[in-house]
């Protein structure tokens, strides 16, 4: 018991040193004045601390964008971090952030497990966690906002094999299999394209969800199978990825159903100029949405949810110029709008 | 020349040559490496040894290439960059937005080796001057500009329809990718600086014993900042091809390119330890590894035994090809 308390005690003497180390992280994301300032009073101002899994992700640096305008908004601090896509540096900025005193704390989980001694630290200082995307191991949280990323494989794969008739060559396209989500979107995928016989997955190459990683393995893999007829990426930048490796190769990536998940800006331009077929949107200005509703909820008392599904809309030809809109994104020209 | 210079400016040579002994097995060893490479990837895919599929290597190779040329200067002088890979991420913003505001190739061209050499220097001044070790200095660095390309676009990629750049990054030249025959002239440019030239005598000095190369009067500083500076040019004018090949800057293009090159340069042979290593294995290294990633997709080899693979790889090829074999067989001597 003693040698854990001792433990405890220098893992938080620990992040109070690097939370130093990592100022220059924080303070570029935080915006008001700083948690510590603040006495710890039951109304006390809210101040958010949302860990991410990785900011350089677009995705996550448009919710991180729109949280931040919404906290300011309405009069909170906010503060993020990103651990890019280290479960231990997550560990370190969830511990980090508690020693900057947030009275709430937002997790995007890059792995249930590890996350799990963060999510206990958070529930010993009594501070309410509000759990993203995945569902932790352990620990206790307010809310899940989940997103079921099985499903979302296989929703979009059965568009592909819808658009191509239940009959063709499918490249799968996957993120880094060590992340959760990238292995349960190929595997959504895999398993829905199982039902139609007359489809093959001819290739399953990894990628580091750079454009530059998915382009270069999809012009290996077009070397052997020039006739591929589509393409599920794993997420957007690795279904732009493709779209440039077809390009690259002499071939109109118009012809290929090609079909993603994210729903970024770029990808949505794609879609408006017709290149990418489509893509299985979840607005991170929704999700940031939903995490200010409930953090404000909470914070006053008032019940909240305890799983919400955060829903994926197919975004296409036919609805683009609406998810435009919805998402806010400054998309001037979109020639393939239905 | 003064006689002091000339004496030490032999030295290195006949080091080599006392070294070459030694690593005559190695030569050996490394092309042993690739052509069974080659041998193994043609027999497990009828795509690979195709015109199409070496022209798509040679290009994959041109860019990583391009980059372990100026790798291959810092580690001889017993440096490391672990700066270029954010360095291509974030040169490629600022080319994306150059272009943004004055549309020409000759503005990228000169925003890249620019912003790149500036880099580069900054890194050799920090590693010669304030005696940072390298390491350090450029693993800073490396986070500074992975943050600097985040916060330029929020995160976000900036598209590029500069029809120049993209020739440059897509084009080809008769059946020849254009990146090819950029970095066939860079790769033969540095070979000759340094196999022939006094300032490749003073690299290898610097990296065999600083210290005598500094009592000899050879400028270690000044060699320092070119080739740190060679370097940063070397990434930045990846980050342009890259640029290119993508139409888009990403802030997450440049991702892990670091540890891919130093890996190639590497299993070229390298030491680590500076003094040993030239650019014609870097480019056998490059192409070792370039061809291992090839041939897992051709193959259809995915996921996890990807890495696998690839790890299990430049330990065979390092142990192999490295000083190990000469060790060893010198124990038994």
Known sequence: MNSMFQRRTTRLTFAGLTASLSVAVVACSATGPGGSSVKDTSDRQLVIGHSYQDLSSPYFADERKVEKALAAKNGYSYVATQASNNPATQLTDIENLISRKVNLLVIDAIDPNAVVPGIKSANSAGIPVVMLIRKPAGGDYRSLVYLDSIKDGATACSEVAKRLGGKGKVVNLTGPLDILAAKERSTGCTNELKKYPGIEIVASPQTDFTQRDAEQKMTDVLQVHHDVDAVFGGNDDIALGAIRAFTSAGIDPKTKVVIGIDGTQAGLQAVCNGTYTQSLATFPVKEAEIVMDTAAKIHTGKSVQKEVLFPAVPVNADNIKAAVKTAGYPITSCPAAK | ?333
């Open chain 2, 1 to 333: 020349m003064t006689p002091n210079m000339t004496a030490v400016a032999e030295r290195p040579s006949l080091r080599g040559a006392v070294a070459k002994q030694g690593n005559r097995y190695r030569d050996y060893a490394l092309v042993a490496v690739f052509a069974t490479e080659v041998l193994f990837w043609t027999l497990q895919s009828p795509a690979f040894l195709t015109l199409n599929n070496l022209l798509n290597i040679a290009r994959q190779a041109s860019t990583i290439g391009i980059m372990a040329v100026g790798m291959t200067y810092v580690i001889l002088i017993a440096g490391i960059d672990l700066s270029v890979g954010s360095l291509v991420s974030f040169t490629g913003m600022l080319i994306a937005s150059t272009l943004i505001g004055i549309d020409s190739i000759i503005a990228a061209l000169a925003v890249a080796l620019g912003f790149g050499a500036v880099s580069g220097l900054f890194s050799g001044y920090l590693v010669s001057r304030l005696h940072v070790p390298a390491f350090i200095a450029t693993l800073s660095l490396m986070q500074v500009y992975l943050a600097g390309a985040q916060l330029w676009n929020d995160g976000g990629p900036l598209s590029v329809t500069n029809s120049a750049v993209l020739m440059l990054g897509s084009g080809y030249i008769g059946p020849v990718p254009v990146p090819v025959v950029v970095f066939a002239v860079i790769l033969l440019c540095g070979h000759w600086v340094l196999s022939q030239s006094v300032f490749g005598r003073h690299v290898y000095a610097i990296g065999g014993n600083p210290e005598a190369a500094r009592l000899a009067g050879i400028p270690v500083r000044r060699v320092t900042l070119t080739v740190y500076a060679l370097s940063g040019a070397l990434a930045g004018l990846a980050a342009l091809l890259f640029v290119g090949r993508l139409a888009t800057a990403s802030p997450l293009t440049g991702t892990g390119l670091e540890l891919q090159v130093i890996a190639a340069v590497i299993v070229g042979g390298c030491s680590l330890f500076g003094g040993k290593g030239n650019l014609r294995d870097t480019l056998l290294g490059v192409l070792v590894l370039t061809m291992l990633q090839n041939g897992l997709t051709l193959v259809g080899v995915s996921g996890f035994w990807q890495n696998f693979a690839t790890g299990v790889a430049v330990l065979l090829a390092v142990l192999l090809s490295g000083d190990v074999l000469a060790k060893m067989r010198k124990k038994e001597a």
